[in-house]
Each structure stands twice: as structure tokens, then as C-alpha cells.
């Protein structure tokens, strides 16, 4: 098959960042490309139960200690920011808003906000500051910060994270591939081996 694989994602999720630095590498040495999806993780604990890692006793500390150790091992630039988990609702409108008109540049700025937030410890939390992460790629700031406003826009991150609790996503990263489901960036390498075997 060569149906896009599925990136489900929240730019709160450090292991989210970890994963959005691989998969579209992998999918491409299979010939397959990759949709970005970013979705509401909170949504989704109101329906699993759950809650932010960071805020749960002993898996929190683990996290502190992990996403550092694993971004070392990617090679990948880490600075945790000041203030987790991220409220990331103004980050997922921008890209719902732009990716309608422009998806190669709706992924670039996906990217880019990862790599403000994760890479470089930068809030993103508010329409104003994603809007300076776009302004390197060329999006006007005033265009951005009234299109996260837009009605549609925010009906489709509804929709979107909606679609994600239907199709069982239950935590981020999650990556689907024709309908297989895989959870978290430490399952990067059965993506590949699924891709490179045709599934087992």
C-alpha cells in the first residue's frame, strides 16, 4: 500500500518532538509520506482517564530523566522549557488553519514550532508566540493570529482530535499505518520494520 502513515501529535508531548525528528525520514526510504495530525491530548485523558505524564508521581521524575537521555541518543537538540505541560491549543489551530491552503508549509511550521518549544525551551503557548515561530517561514503574524480564531479552524481541531479518539488514539506520539496502530517514539523502529517487511 501507499497510503500516507497517520502522525498523530500533541506539541505538548516531548516524545511527540522525539518522533515529528524521525518519521518522515522513515516513511520516505519506504516510499510512503507522512500526515501530521496534531490533536488535544487533554480531550483525550478526559476520555482515558489519564492525565500529563509530568504530573503523575514517579513517571514524571522518569520523564525528566528519559527525554533527555533519548534526545542525546537521536542526536536531537533538547532544552526542557520552564513551564510543562505546554497549553498547545493556539499551536494546533495555526497548523489546522494553514494546512488547508498550503500543507508543505502547514508542516513546516509544525516542525518549527516542535523545535521552538523542545529545541529551544521557547512558550509557545499563546497565538503571539506561535506567531513569531511563523514569521521565520514567511506566514504573516497578523494573518496567523486571526486565523486561529476562525471558527472552522477550531472546528477543525474538534473534528481532528474527535477522528483520533474513534480511530483508538489514546496517548502521543501514536502512528498509523494502514490501520496498524503504533504508540510512542520508542516504537520508531517497529514502524520502520513494519514499512520495511510489509507487517508480520
Known sequence: MTAPLDFWFDFASPYGYLASTRIDG?????????RWRPILLGAIFKVSG??????QPLRGEYLAHDVPRFARLLEVPLTM???????????CRAYWWLEPSDPVKAH????????????????????????EVATSLGISASDLIAGVQDPLVKDRLRAETDEAIRRGVF?????QIDGESFWGAD??????????????
Open 26 to 34: 522513515i516513511a520516505t526510504r519506504y516510499g510512503r509520506a507522512v
Open 50 to 55: 489519564m492525565k500529563p505524564v509530568m504530573e
Open 81 to 91: 522549557p520552564a513551564k510543562v505541560p505546554l497549553h498547545a491549543l493556539a499551536a
Open 187 to 200: 516504537r520508531l523502529g517497529q514502524v520502520e520494520e513494519w514499512l520495511a517487511r510489509g507487517g508480520w
Open 171 to 175: 496517548g502521543v506520539p501514536f502512528i
Open 108 to 131: 513546516a511550521l509544525a516542525a518549527a514550532i516542535y523545535h521552538a518549544h523542545w529545541g529551544e525551551g521557547r512558550d509557545v503557548a499563546t497565538a503571539e508566540q506561535v506567531a
